[in-house]
Structure formats: structure tokens, C-alpha cells
């Protein structure tokens, strides 16, 4: 079964950093695009950036929000990618959810990782 | 900065039928947007329905349907049934590599 599982959300200050993990089954990483898009407290959905393959040269593009401020990377040896998140901010507070590019589409989900930066 | 709009609600009869649209404060959709749709229903994760225009993700049923409807993506439920009550979201790819969310439509079938 082709799934995604996030982890490594939880509770940080505004400042802090957290890094949340997406690890790939049923789906070879190397070989695919992905995305993490987030979801604010009964708000809608915001994407927040995009990791292509390694095959495909492994740009890596950010939603203005949180350009420099997080980093998307993968460990394909693990067929886990990860979302570094510096200088959290309270906007930054909602559900992360890794996805899978396909089509220009995000076509596989995970349950996603509860972020809340409060202090 | 240009804007992705969708309606914030809409209702619909059981059986009935109803379009979602997606659009632009800018400028007109195109099938460069690869305009995706996606449903979510709360505390769950989105649910791919269209994506590349009017192609149906897997197990998504054939009463929805995708299309661009003058300058804007649409997403057609036919025969709308009580399950189909839900958020539903349009996302355009704007290039190069960034994706821009609509904000939603809530939809009401009653």
C-alpha cells in the first residue's frame, strides 16, 4: 500500500525549531516528487513547499511564508523526507501534512503532524 | 499577488447537481495550472478527487468531474449525495515550482 506517516510534530515557542519526518512506503522516494502543505486552525490549506527527485535534480522551492526559514530535505536511503522549521512563528501553528507530486497534483496524503507554537 | 478563489459555501439538493469553480483575481485559468480538486471532511486528511484538469483519482467516483468552464476550473458533482458534504479545495500550480490553494468551498447538501 503506498503511504506517507508524518511525525516529530508537537509544542515549540515562538523562536524555536522543531523538524517533522514523512517516511514513504509502497513508493520509492528516489523517484518522487513531494510537497508539504499545512492547515492553520480551521483555516484552509496552505502548501508549503516542494522536494523534486534526485533524477530530476532536487530543486527545492518554498511558499514565501517560510522561505528561509524552513528547509525541506530526504534521506532516500531511509525513504524519509524531512521539514526543518527555524524561527517558528505563532502563524506557524496548524496541521503539517507531507504529500506525494504527481501530475502536478498532490496525489498521496498522510494523517499529518499537529505543530503549535505558543508560549 | 494574484489570488486563487473559490466560493466559501454552497448547498445542494440530494441528487441534484452542483459546480464548484476555481478562479483568479488575475487572469484566467488554463490547463498550465494543472487545476487539482481535493475533499476533506473534519478532523480528516484531504482526499485527492481531480487532478491535471478532469482526471478522476483512483476509487473517486465517476459523479465528479473536472473541467475549465470559461476562465475557470470547475468541479462538478452529479447526483450530489449526503456523503458529499464536505470542504473541498482547488489548487493551481502558478510555476515554476510553486502551488497556490484556493481557500475552499464549504459544501451543503441538504
Known amino acids: 500500500e503506498v503511504q506517507v506517516v508524518e511525525s516529530g510534530g508537537g509544542l515549540v515557542k515562538p523562536g524555536g525549531s522543531l523538524r517533522l519526518s514523512c517516511a514513504a512506503s509502497?513508493?520509492?522516494?528516489?523517484?518522487?516528487?513531494m510537497s508539504w502543505v499545512r492547515q492553520a486552525p480551521g483555516k484552509g490549506l496552505e502548501w508549503v513547499g516542494r522536494i523534486k527527485s534526485k533524477t530530476d535534480g532536487g530543486t527545492i522551492d518554498y511558499a514565501a511564508p517560510v522561505r528561509g526559514r524552513f528547509t525541506i530535505s530526504r534521506d532516500d536511503s531511509r525513504n524519509t523526507m524531512y521539514l526543518q522549521m527555524n524561527n517558528l512563528k505563532t502563524e506557524d501553528t496548524g496541521i503539517y501534512y507531507c504529500?506525494?507530486?504527481?501530475?502536478?497534483?498532490?496525489?498521496?496524503w498522510g494523517q499529518g503532524a499537529m505543530v503549535t507554537v505558543s508560549s | 499577488q494574484t489570488v486563487v478563489t473559490q466560493e466559501p459555501s454552497l448547498s445542494v439538493s440530494p441528487g441534484r447537481t452542483v459546480t464548484l469553480t476555481c478562479g483568479l483575481t488575475?487572469?484566467?485559468?488554463?490547463?498550465?495550472?494543472?487545476p487539482s480538486w481535493y475533499q476533506q471532511t473534519p478532523g480528516q486528511a484531504p482526499r485527492t478527487l481531480i487532478y491535471?484538469?478532469?482526471i478522476r483519482s483512483s476509487g473517486v467516483p465517476d459523479r465528479f468531474s473536472g473541467s475549465i468552464l470559461g476562465n475557470k476550473a470547475a468541479l462538478t458533482i452529479t447526483g450530489a449525495q449526503a456523503d458529499d458534504e464536505s470542504d473541498y479545495y482547488c489548487?493551481?500550480?502558478?510555476?515554476?515550482?510553486?502551488?497556490?490553494f484556493g481557500g475552499g468551498t464549504r459544501l451543503t447538501v441538504l
Open positions: 488575475s487572469g484566467s485559468v488554463s490547463p498550465t495550472f494543472y
Open positions: 509502497g513508493f520509492t522516494l528516489t523517484n518522487a516528487w
Open positions: 489548487v493551481l500550480y502558478m510555476g515554476p515550482g510553486i502551488w497556490v
Open positions: 491535471n484538469i478532469n
Open positions: 504529500t506525494r507530486v504527481n501530475y502536478a497534483a498532490f496525489d498521496v
